[in-house]
């Protein structure tokens, strides 16, 4: 396993379309996180999974914004009815328990 | 809630020379982690250095040191001996000891300079 994996890497869509955004973790690690970047800004939480329970969701994420783990392994995404606001890269990190979080390369998502 | 400020948006520092970067973070917990990643231009963001709050030695890793200061919440790192490859954003990164999401700062900006 080389690492956090993320698909697509970019994404560009037309405002009121959904997107889905996968993030397969190192495969021994049972948290799984989701943030949000913006330009100039540091990575913001939106969710975390420790295996496939969502232990904790940012006021951040709104209605339109689900996320899933099955299984505990990978992770999913989703945005309902993107808004231009939505634009930005959402990175997934992945951790065992107390150890340091490894981010993957994020998925850079343009909303026209 | 915690929250960590970084002061600095850019910096810059010549090949070969030591820079430090800034970070003050606000918590009222006493046991947390703190962290400095680095995310270079269109890659990925990678871990620099990590501080156990409980520890009082500051921490380490080759060129990068840390000055910890646990009473004035400050938590600044020293890149000695600076490379081109050090050109990145810096952000540093508090978590509290329950393993929860990490908090970022908004980053600084390092460019080397040859």
């Known amino acids: 396993d080389t690492g956090v994996s993320q698909d697509p890497r970019h994404k560009i869509t037309k405002r009121g379309q959904n997107v889905t955004f996968r993030c397969d973790p190192i495969s021994e690690h049972n948290r799984l996180y989701w943030y949000r970047q913006t330009l100039g800004q540091g990575p913001e939480f939106l969710t975390y999974?420790?295996?496939?329970?969502?232990?904790?969701k940012s006021r951040l994420l709104s209605d339109r914004f689900s996320a899933e783990r099955p299984k505990g392994s990978f992770s999913t995404l989703e945005i309902q009815r993107t808004e231009q606001g939505d634009s930005a890269m959402y990175l997934c990190?992945?951790?065992?328990?107390?150890?340091?979080?490894?981010f993957g390369p994020g998925t850079r998502l343009t909303v026209l | 809630a915690q929250t960590v400020t970084q002061s600095q948006p850019e910096m810059s520092v010549q090949e070969a020379e030591t820079v430090t970067l800034s970070c003050t973070y606000d918590?009222?917990?006493?046991?947390?982690?703190l962290f400095w990643y680095k995310q270079p231009p269109s890659r990925q963001m990678i871990l620099v250095i990590r501080?156990?709050?409980?520890?009082?030695q500051n921490a380490t890793e080759n060129r990068f040191s840390v000055n910890f200061q646990k009473a004035a919440k400050s938590f600044s790192l020293k890149i000695s001996d600076s490379q081109l490859g050090d050109t990145a954003m810096y952000f540093c990164a508090f978590m509290n000891a329950g393993n929860t999401p990490l908090v970022f700062g908004k980053g600084t900006r390092l460019s080397v300079i040859a």
């Open positions: 990190a992945s951790n065992y328990d107390y150890n340091e979080q490894f």
């Open positions: 918590t009222s917990e006493n046991n947390y982690y």
């Open positions: 999974f420790q295996n496939e329970a969502q232990l904790e």
């Open positions: 501080q156990e709050a409980y520890k009082q």
